[in-house]
């Protein structure tokens, strides 16, 4: 029963997942024809993603209520609390250099390819942490 209950959330959020990886692989498509067909740079293509990104972030964190992001209310510098500073901007710095090498990837190996590489990487984790870090 409690199966049957949680089903309309599954089919919710499987729809959810698949509209977002819709919208990611479309994204990825136009960075690959601006970077292909109209020679826009890697770089120029990050820092525009980035912008946008920075501006949509710097104006949820300003402007939207609190309700809406349930931010905890010990959360008040935007470049993390000083017990998580070191770990968010590592984590940030990580990001930026995967993010990096994705979009070169996408330039030289097929979008399919790349997305399918990519989209596996969850699963190779797992199995890394069964074999290397002997997690149950």
Known sequence: QLQMMSAPNDAGGMALITLGCLLL???YAILKY???ELNVSLFECIVVTHGLQHALAWMLWLCCPRWLLARHSSHVHWFGERDERRN??????LYFIDLYLY???????????????YLLIPLLVAIGGKLFLRDP
């Not at 968010?88 to 710095?93: A, D, P, T, V």
């Not at 979009?103 to 590489?117: A, H, P, Q, R």
């Open 25 to 27: 692989s479309t994204g």
């Open 34 to 36: 601006l970077m292909t």
């Open 88 to 93: 968010l901007w590592l984590r940030g710095l």
């Open 103 to 117: 979009y070169y990837g996408i330039t030289i190996v097929n979008l399919g390819d790349v997305e399918t590489i």
